[in-house]
C-alpha cells in the first residue's frame, strides 16, 4: 500500500510563505495527476491546485498567482509554494494522486494555521 506522506505545514503570519512537501512511500504506477485539496472547519474539501503528467497545472481563483504547485523529475513528489498566505487559507491541507483507472491515494493532511 502507498503511503503519501506530507510535511511543511504550520503557523505562519499574515503575507508570510510556506512550502508543503508530499511524497510517495514508492514509485506509484498509472499517475494521472497530483494535487493538493484543503478544507478548513465547518466547509467542504477543495481543491487548491493540480499538476498533471504532462505538467499542466490548475489552481482555485481564491490562490491564482500565490501559490505554485510543481513536482520532481522522479514523478513521486508534489510541492505547493504558498505565498502572500492570509487567515482564510487557514485550513488541513491534503495531497492526493489521481491514477488512470485505479483509486486516488490520499495523504493525512498536514495543518496550515495564518495568524498574527
Known amino acids: 500500500q502507498v503511503q503519501l506522506v506530507e510535511s511543511g505545514g504550520g503557523l505562519v503570519q499574515p503575507g508570510g510563505s510556506l512550502r508543503l512537501s508530499c511524497a510517495a512511500s514508492?514509485?506509484?504506477?498509472?499517475?494521472?495527476?497530483m494535487g493538493w485539496y484543503r478544507q478548513a472547519p465547518g466547509k467542504q474539501r477543495e481543491l487548491v491546485a493540480t499538476?498533471?503528467?504532462?505538467?499542466?497545472?490548475t489552481y482555485a481563483n481564491s490562490v491564482k498567482g500565490r501559490f505554485t504547485i510543481s513536482r520532481d523529475n522522479t514523478g513521486n513528489t508534489v510541492y505547493l509554494t504558498m505565498n502572500s498566505l492570509k487567515p482564510e487559507d487557514t485550513a488541513v491541507y491534503y495531497c492526493?494522486?489521481?491514477?488512470?483507472?485505479?483509486?486516488?491515494?490520499w495523504g493525512q493532511g498536514t495543518q496550515v494555521t495564518v495568524s498574527s
Open positions: 492526493n494522486v489521481q491514477r488512470f483507472h485505479l483509486a486516488d491515494y
Open positions: 499538476i498533471t503528467i504532462g505538467d499542466t497545472t
Open positions: 514508492r514509485s506509484i504506477i498509472g499517475i494521472a495527476a
